[in-house]
Structures are given as C-alpha cells and as structure tokens.
C-alpha cells in the first residue's frame, strides 16, 4: 500500500508566499510523474504543475512565473512553491502520482493525497 501526504496549507494574504509538501510512503522504488492539482468551490479539479523523474516540468498558464515545483526523488516528495498569491489561487490542493511501483512488485497508477487547503484572502 503506497499513500501521498500532502502538508503546508493555510491562511496567507494576497501577495504572500506558500510551499506546499508531498510525501509518498511505502515500499517504493520508483514514481514516473508527480505533480498538483487544485479544485475551487464549484470547479472543477485543474492541473497546477506536473515534474517528471527526469525533472522536466510543466504549468499551468494561470501560475507560471509564480509558482515552482521540484522533487526530491531519494525522498519520494514533491514540492509545490507558490509565490505572488490571488485570491483566485484559493483552493485545495491535490498531490498526484501518475505511477508509483512498490515492492512485490506491485503498481500503483493516478495515486491521489488527500488535499491540503489554501486560502489567499486579506
């Protein structure tokens, strides 16, 4: 059984700065992309950003040049930094992994966490 654990949501006003965390757990030998999600009241689940193994990245329009994501692969994380914060950035949060292979071996595909939530209001 493999688990994402996402942590470092909260309360931050326009302009603020957040780094959300992403921990995967269990007997892992190998993630192919992780990346972020977020859902808004009334809307639905979006791609945030997306890092391969290799660290190649990919983003949304709506957060290039203000957030960055990045990965510790001996870790098994994945790091969302967000900068410059909206009031349109509020949301929660969802952590993915698109293949993760444990032990047995035994794979795992479109893992989610369970969401960590973010609000940019002042």
């Known amino acids: 059984q493999v688990q994402l654990v996402e942590s470092g949501g909260g309360l931050v006003q326009p302009g603020g700065s957040l780094r959300l965390s992403c921990a995967a757990s269990?007997?892992?030998?190998?993630?192919?992309?992780m990346g972020w999600y977020r859902q808004a009241p009334g809307k639905q689940r979006e791609l945030v950003a997306t890092i391969t193994s290799g660290g190649t990245t990919n983003y949304a329009d709506s957060v290039k040049g203000r957030f960055t994501v990045s990965r510790d692969n001996p870790k098994n994380t994945v790091y969302l930094q967000m900068n410059s914060l909206k009031p349109e950035d509020t949301a929660v949060y969802y952590c993915?992994?698109?293949?993760?292979?444990?032990?047995?071996?035994?794979?795992?595909?479109?893992?989610w966490g369970q969401g960590t939530q973010v609000t940019v209001s002042s």
């Open positions: 269990g007997r892992i030998f190998s993630i192919n992309a």
């Open positions: 993915n992994a698109d293949r993760i292979g444990a032990t047995g071996p035994t794979w795992y595909y479109n893992s």
